[in-house]
């Protein structure tokens, strides 16, 4: 399995930060990464696709860079709605496999 | 509007199979694979397996063992198998559209005790 690596495990920032959450994978898998947003008791919400595209309706202050190992989700000012868990996700290979997840809180 | 919606048994005994079914509403069923995902309490999230309309599944190697993943095109529904249920297996579970998942259905909380 492609293991997906993700810090850090927890983020406290504030209202108007910029935020830089990292994913690492232990061999490439080209751009296929999505970023996910989940709150509790909620089913994740698709951010961002193919390591850098926006999913439609999602705010533009969210962006993803990276390809092959390295990858990052920037939030570049923080809303009060942000603060949730973030996952990553390849889908290169199988077995499609997730990050640990990052907790952003205040 | 894509909507999923999944139902299926919550509480289960150790030894017992698990058995969710996942109805999808809107858009087409045949283009996408579809997908099982579960998060453990306080966890992170695990892709447990894939299937296309055709049948054609896809299964994590660590459950592959005790997975079946069905699909009824004539519903446009499709279901997920777990047998030999541990403690090990509860979690949320969460039936979702795509290998990157944009849509999902609501969860369920599957709890495995004695």
Redesign the interface.
């Given at each position: 399995d492609v293991q997906m690596t993700q810090s850090p495990s927890t983020l406290s920032a504030s209202v108007g930060d910029r935020v830089v959450i990292t994913c690492r994978a232990s061999q490439s898998i080209n751009s296929w990464l999505a970023w996910y947003q989940q709150k509790p008791g909620r089913a994740p919400k698709l951010l961002i696709y193919q390591a850098s595209y926006l999913e439609s309706g999602v705010p533009s202050r969210f962006s993803g860079s990276g390809s092959g190992t390295e990858f990052t989700l920037t939030i570049s000012s923080l809303q009060p709605d942000d603060f949730a868990t973030y996952h990553c996700q390849q889908y290169n290979t199988y077995s499609y496999t997730f990050g640990q997840g990052t907790k952003l809180e205040i | 509007q894509v909507q999923l919606q999944q139902w299926g048994a919550g509480l289960l005994r150790p030894s017992e199979t698990l058995s969710l079914t996942c109805a999808v509403y809107g858009g087409s069923f045949s283009d996408f694979y579809w997908?099982w995902i579960r998060q453990p309490p306080g966890k992170?999230?695990?892709?447990i397996?894939e299937i296309i309309h055709s049948g054609s599944t896809?299964?994590?190697?660590?459950l592959m063992s005790r997975v079946t993943i069905s699909v009824d095109t004539s519903k446009n529904q499709f279901s997920l198998k777990l047998n030999s249920l541990t403690a090990a297996d509860t979690a949320v579970y969460?039936c979702?559209r795509g290998?990157?998942?944009?849509y999902?259905?609501?969860?369920t909380l599957v709890t495995v005790s004695s």
């Open positions: - | 997908s992170g999230l695990e892709w397996g896809n299964y994590n190697p660590s969460y979702a290998r990157m998942a944009r999902w259905g609501q969860g």
